[in-house]
């Protein structure tokens, strides 16, 4: 993971050196070499995804010569890309974006026992329809809506019996397909409590700039670019439902009409469910970093 963009690129490398630093540990180590059981843990994985996203965004500034300020109206990140993309922005330094994402990771995997929860993806159904089965399932437990990613496309998440009845339930309401996912947690919903106060904590004592580009935030969906707002959404989102498929409408909606992905490729389809008329890219490595600098 970035083992490539590491090797071709001294920019990128500084990241990788950067986060390690912050981190005390050698996490680009386990990137490039494995094992990847061990990167999978959310909190190696967490900062590491962000540091592959800033990264290819670096490289693109430093090499390909487009600079993010000049270029974007608006950043936004799904869960934790919430914090790269507040990073990218100027918000937070790259340093405390990548302990903050250990702190996160951490306390999310701690805040549940292992086995006790879990998430589900219910594809084929609405939102509405979503939240209906995830009410109807919990029967006194957690279950609920952590993701509405694309139409048609939305996450569950909860206690592991109360899943289990939605999944069924969600098939039973015109579902296509209802599956677990291969998770450690159930997160973005009100389990993650424990986790979400360690943020909030955390995040108090972090210092956070205004973004010099606006932030669409996961939880409202909203352009925000107060720092006080950014702070309490960061801390909401960590037990709110990710509204990415509003954040995406937001954005179109306000003119935007090209989306760049960085650090991976897992976006760019859902956007095109959502506004099939914009345009979508992204990029991992040189290769698609040097397709970015000459779309513009």
Excluded at 204 to 222: E, I
């Amino acid at each position: 993971m970035g083992a490539a963009l590491a090797g071709a690129s001294p920019v990128a490398r500084a990241v990788f050196e950067e986060v390690d630093d912050a981190l005390g540990e050698r996490l680009s180590r386990l990137m490039f070499d494995g094992p990847e059981d061990e990167l999978k843990l959310t909190r190696n994985a967490q900062p590491a995804i962000m540091a592959l996203s800033i990264a290819v965004l670096r490289v693109l500034e430093g090499e390909g010569g487009i600079v993010l300020a000049d270029k974007a109206a608006y950043v936004a990140g799904h869960s934790l890309g919430e914090y790269s993309a507040l990073c990218a922005a100027g918000s937070l330094t790259l340093a405390d974006t990548a302990r903050l994402l250990r702190l996160r990771g951490t306390a999310m995997q701690a805040a549940v026992p292992v086995g006790a929860g879990t998430m589900a993806a219910l594809l084929g159904i609405d939102l509405a329809t979503a939240q209906a089965v995830a009410a109807e399932a919990a029967e006194g437990e957690i279950c609920a809506v952590a993701n509405d990613n694309a139409p048609g496309q939305a996450v569950i998440s909860g206690h592991v019996e109360a899943v289990t009845r939605a999944i069924a339930l969600a098939k039973t309401r015109g579902a296509r397909h209802a599956v677990l996912l291969p998770v450690s947690a159930p997160f973005h919903c009100s389990l993650m409590q424990p986790a979400a106060d360690a943020m909030e904590e955390a995040l108090a004592g972090t210092r956070l700039d205004a973004p010099f580009v606006t932030l669409v935030a996961n939880v409202t969906a909203q352009p925000v670019s107060d720092v006080a707002s950014i702070r309490r959404l960061l801390v909401e989102q960590v037990t709110g439902m990710v509204r990415w498929r509003e954040s995406v409408a937001t954005m179109t909606g306000l003119g935007v009409d090209q989306f760049i992905e960085l650090g991976g490729k897992v976006l760019g389809p859902m956007n095109k469910r959502i506004s099939p008329d914009a345009s979508n890219v992204s990029a991992i490595d040189m290769s698609g970093i040097e397709a970015i600098a000459k779309t513009f």
